[in-house]
């Protein structure tokens, strides 16, 4: 059984730190923990915050809840402002800056590996939703009560995204919620009630899992106090009350400003719009230039066009070898290369104990840097033509055919190989995906069908795109440049 069905039978509705799965869309996840929360709003002003006089909450039919503007807001302005003390924080403590945390919650968080932030700052959240008065609860009490994350999504649902890195991820963190759930009961057993960080609630892998969603889902990463020696500063997840209703874009008219000095008179961080916001448009900031892999895992959404989503493989000599033959590339010896071959391919980090062989296709790059250089160095024999170059030029798709236009033509033909093997791994073809959508599927089916298709449209560019440079490069040969 998936690990995710296994958090899905694990849910029920009586307990209040119970998630129950999406089985809606991300507009319909609109729905809030309480229905008549308390105003958002009101609150941030009232606690010393600032709120632009014509920003208020709107509802998205697709987004969900959003800020809107009510009239014209000039460029510039400023649009929300946080004190220090209202965002979310592991160890924040309201009127104590540096509160530690509670020890048994720090004792469980150090259980969570660093990849999983958000669930670190997810504990914090559970104890706050717990805690009956929080300071926080005008906040919590508006946040979604479902996510529309895989980690949610029923076995067959996960199956559905066809993409084996993904899959990879969701089993990943879905095994880590039902491991992690058994680590909570085991380290609460024995405490008693006065220093239970849930106040003696339930703790389950539904209830984890609904607060690693809204903090990765919602959080952002701002600037902590410490700095390290080269003068840059760690990182620290903060939930921003309202900030975090800003829903995202890639052309994005806010963006959050953060005050460099911590002083108790500042507000911590504010947002600005950066540029004019006509009346009834929505506040937007962009969340990061992310691939539509963590934007579903994060965030439960999919972007269509993504320019920043890519495909994974694995460098693999065997595979490369077959890919080239495929293109008609005569002899390619990717699985036996020379030793100076061998040599720049430990520079690239593909060869030798510590390489890493992940390797992407699509993205701004369109064909990674270590994957192209790799390519443009093991399809050549021409060994000084290749040492000519630095690494940083064979590695560079704008530097046209470093190693010559035959060898440039193999190395795309190879990777328009490589990506029609991608693609004959998708058990369903995009027409089949669309009239899926046309019949009506569930909203985490629909979800899945939606990004594998996204997946295969970006190879499809991928394969067109080079196809239109080996076509321009053969036609310069042909004419003898
Ligand atoms: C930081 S919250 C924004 C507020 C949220 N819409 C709400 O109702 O509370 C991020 C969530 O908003 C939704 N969202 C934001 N931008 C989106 C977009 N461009 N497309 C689809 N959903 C989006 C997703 O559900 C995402 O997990």
Known sequence: MAASKIVMASLTHYRPLTCSASAASSA???????????????????????????????????????????????????????????????????????????????????????ELWAMKLGLKLLQERAKVGSFWWPYISNLPETYSVPIFFQGEDIKNLQYAPLLYQVNKRCRFLLDFEQEVKQTLKDVSLKDHPFKGLDVDASSLGWAMSAVSSRAFRSHGKNKF????????????????????????????????????????????????????????LNYGCLSNDLFLLDYGFVIPSNRYDCIELKYDGALLDAASMAAGVSSPNFSSPTPWQKEILSQLNLDGEASLLKVTIGGPELVEGRLLAALRVLLTSDKDAVLKHDLNMLKSLPVEAPCGIANEVAAFRTVIALCAIALEHFPTKVMEDESLLENGVSAASELAIRFRIQKKLLIVDVMRELSRRVKQLSSKETVGY
Request: with cysteine.
């Open 28 to 114: 319909s996840g609109s729905a809030r923990l309480v229905s008549h929360a308390p105003y958002l709003i009101k609150w941030v002003r009232r606690e010393g915050g600032f709120v632009h006089p014509a920003v208020k909450l709107s509802l998205d039919p697709f987004y969900g809840l959003g800020l809107a503007a009510s009239e014209r807001i000039p460029k510039g302005s400023d649009l929300i402002a946080l004190p220090h003390h209202l965002p979310l924080r592991f160890e924040s403590g309201v009127g104590d800056e540096a509160a530690a945390a509670d020890p048994v919650l720090v004792k469980l968080a150090d259980q969570v590996p660093e």
């Open 229 to 284: 020696p080269d003068g840059s500063s760690s990182y620290v997840p903060m939930m921003l009350p309202l900030v975090d209703m800003c829903n995202h874009s890639f052309e994005p008219n806010a963006q959050i400003v953060q005050e460099q000095e911590e002083q108790p008179q500042k507000m911590l961080l504010k947002v600005t719009a950066e540029r004019e916001i006509n009346q009834n448009d929505p506040l937007l």
